[in-house]
């Protein structure tokens, strides 16, 4: 069955087997027909679920100069680099914050 974008509904069995059965994102793209995408999503999803979907190795992505990239902020949003490195640290720390109040509520077992 197609979606409304034309992309193939993979159910949840044979989306599971998928990547069970993969050694990375681009195999279960192949398996399947979704986007890579579309797949890094679902499994977000169901982790976020408690489903233990494994992990896949990871890219090595594109290297970002923090220092570059806070200079070029500050300079579109007219305010000095301090500012923009404290509103990045404040973000930083929220993040950690949250990602430490779900570690410390997440099921285990």
Same mark, same amino acid.
């Given at each position: 069955m197609a979606s409304k $974008?034309?992309? $193939?509904?993979?159910?949840m069995t044979a989306f599971l087997a998928a990547i069970e059965s993969a050694s990375n994102v681009a195999e279960v793209a192949e398996?399947?027909?979704? $986007?890579q995408t579309s797949i890094l999503a679902r499994m977000s999803k169901y982790r976020s679920m408690g489903i233990p979907v494994k992990n896949f190795p990871r890219?090595?992505?594109a290297r970002v100069d923090?220092?570059?990239?806070?200079e070029q902020l500050a300079?579109?949003?007219?305010v000095n680099v301090a500012e923009v490195r404290k509103d990045?640290? $404040?973000?930083k720390a929220d993040a950690d914050k949250r990602a430490a109040d779900k570690a410390a509520t997440a099921p285990t077992g």
């Open positions: $974008k034309g992309q $193939k509904h993979v159910d398996k399947t027909g979704l $986007k890219g090595g992505g923090v220092d570059a990239a806070l300079a579109l949003r007219g990045g640290k $404040k973000l």
